[in-house]
């Protein structure tokens, strides 16, 4: 479901290397044309790939936590893959409590519409006036310490 639209077929996955100077190598093609994955793939479909090779592992039976954390999964994904990535998290969902923070609201939307069997909570941080003026206080200071002379 995170492949949707896509014209990037993805082959072997290798971890290559050894001790502390370990790689993973994807071979990729692009409409049967062999290339580099980082060359072909835009963000988005970079983005779905970590997370097809994330969360099947994380959800394995064998593990311990009954509990999924995500934060801002559908950065720079289209709508095909944010859709595909909803009914992902719907069925991981069915085993286990997914969380997943995002500013994006598509995603919301999809859960929205997605079937009764996806209970999501919405939640919307809205900061006083006065922390807002204390956090531009602060990056204020930061930038002036930053750029003084010395």
Same mark, same amino acid.
């Given at each position: ?34 290339? !580099? ?5 835009? @963000? ?64 919301? @939307? ?23 003026? !204390? ?16």
């Amino acid at each position: 479901m995170l492949r949707q639209e896509s014209n990037v077929d993805l082959g072997a996955i290798r971890l290559a290397g050894s001790a502390t100077q370990r790689r993973v190598e994807l071979d990729v093609s692009v409409d049967g044309t062999p290339g !580099s994955a980082l060359g072909v793939m835009s @963000q988005g479909e970079v983005n779905a790939l970590a997370l097809a090779v994330f969360l099947p592992r994380a959800t394995l039976p064998a593990s311990p936590f009954r509990f999924l954390v995500i934060d801002d999964p559908v950065q720079a994904m289209d709508p095909a893959k944010v859709d595909g990535l909803a009914r992902v998290l719907e069925a991981t969902a069915s085993g286990r409590q997914v969380i997943v923070f995002t500013h994006d609201n598509r995603l919301v @939307q999809v859960f929205a519409a997605l079937s009764s069997a996806c209970h999501y909570h919405p939640y919307e941080l809205a900061p006083t006036a006065a922390e807002l003026t !204390s956090w531009l206080d602060q990056a204020a200071h930061l930038h002036a310490a930053s750029t003084a002379p010395g």
